[in-house]
């Protein structure tokens, strides 16, 4: 498997747009923390968030191949579990459906992250202060951060995991490396 190292370093070659690696890092951190809540491996589950969208650049125009080919660029260099959940991360264009605690993590992890970040952003302390209270709120709003799926979000209920919960979790990563995204 890949060093955090060598992930990042390929994350870099391959995205070239700041903002996705600001994605692909706070995916990094929810993912990490998810695994921790539910004694899963977080080396593991970081790293499925850090590079599930490896692909990006080259599939933003062809959605059907979108974590498909990030799962074959990562072929014997992340294990089958993580490459399966890449694949399903993006299960409405690729039909690799979500099956495993780790596809659903993904899945509600990577997307809770625009919700968050845009939240973060329009707030003057952003991060600072942000609770699961106001981005229940916002969520309920659906023009606030319009191109999150507030459906694909709700999988969290899949990993056992109650909404409230969940955003404080996914609210307490993303506040942990404010700085390395721009929302500090």
Known sequence: MLT????????????????????????????????????????????????????????????????????????????????????AHNF???????????????????TVTGLIHTNALVRPARMDGMDAKSLKKKMKDKAFAASVCRETIGECQKLGLEQAEFFTIAIAAVAGIAGQVGLA
């Open 92 to 110: 409405e264009h690729t039909g690799a459906a979500p099956a495993t605690d780790l596809d659903f993590a993904l899945r509600c992890g990577e």
């Open 4 to 87: 955090r190292d060598q992930a990042f370093t390929l994350l870099t070659k391959h995205v070239p747009d700041p903002q996705l690696i600001s994605h692909s890092l706070e995916s990094e951190a929810v993912l990490a923390a998810l695994a921790r809540r539910l004694g899963k491996d977080e080396t593991l589950w970081g790293l499925t968030g850090l590079l599930h969208d490896l692909d990006y650049a080259t599939t933003k125009d062809h959605p059907e191949r979108h974590g498909l080919d990030s799962a074959g660029l990562l072929a014997g260099l992340l294990p089958e579990e993580a490459l399966t959940a890449i694949r």
